[in-house]
Every structure is written in C-alpha cells, then in structure tokens.
C-alpha cells in the first residue's frame, strides 16, 4: 500500500519561503513519477509541479521561477521549494505518486501566505 506523508506548510508572509516534503513508502520511488497539486477554497485542484523518474520536471506558469521541485530517491522523499510565495499560493498542498495504475494521494499539507 502506497503512503505518502507530506509535511512543511505552515504561515508565512508574502515574500518568504517554505520547503515542503514528501515521504513515500510501499512505492518503487526512484521510477515513479511525483508531484505536487494544490487547492485553493473554492477551486479545483491544479498541478503546481512534477517530476518523472529520469528528472524531467514540469512546472505550471504561476509558479515558474519561485517554485523549485526536486527529489532524493535515496531517501524516497520529493521536495517542493517555494520562493517568492504570493497570497495566491495560498491553498492545501498535496503529494501526488503515479506508477502504472497506481494514483495515490497524501493527507495535504496548508500553505497560507499573509499579505
């Protein structure tokens, strides 16, 4: 059974940073592809950055620049740094790993940006 824990969110004010990771177990980490998603009240859910197994990342245009997604497949654990955070980027932040037909989920981290 995959597991993914993410930890991280917290406060902070605009301008600032925040590290999120991601812990994964029951997974063959280093040849799946993670990433991660946010949700904001209100809106769906939206991909905020990912990376495959050879490293490629994608990043969505609001975050280009300030958001940085990485991975130690020694430690089975995907980060996402965050630079430069807006209010906007202020949502429930979640871990995404997919493998073939596996689709799981972490339990979702807050990331609140004060103006």
């Known amino acids: 059974q995959v597991h993914l824990v993410e930890s991280g969110g917290g406060l902070v004010q605009a301008g600032g940073s925040l590290r999120l990771s991601c812990a994964a177990s029951?997974?063959?980490?280093?040849?799946?592809?993670m990433g991660w998603y946010r949700q904001a009240p209100g809106k769906q859910r939206e991909l905020v950055a990912s990376?495959?197994?050879?490293?490629?990342?994608i990043y969505a245009d609001s975050v280009k620049g300030r958001f940085t997604i990485s991975r130690d497949n020694a430690e089975n654990t995907v980060y996402l740094q965050m630079n430069s955070l807006k209010p906007e980027d202020s949502a429930v932040y979640y871990c995404n790993a997919r493998l073939g037909l596996i689709n799981s989920w972490g339990q979702g981290t807050q990331v609140t940006v004060s103006s």
């Open positions: 029951g997974i063959a980490f280093s040849i799946t592809k």
């Open positions: 990376i495959a197994s050879s490293g490629l990342t």
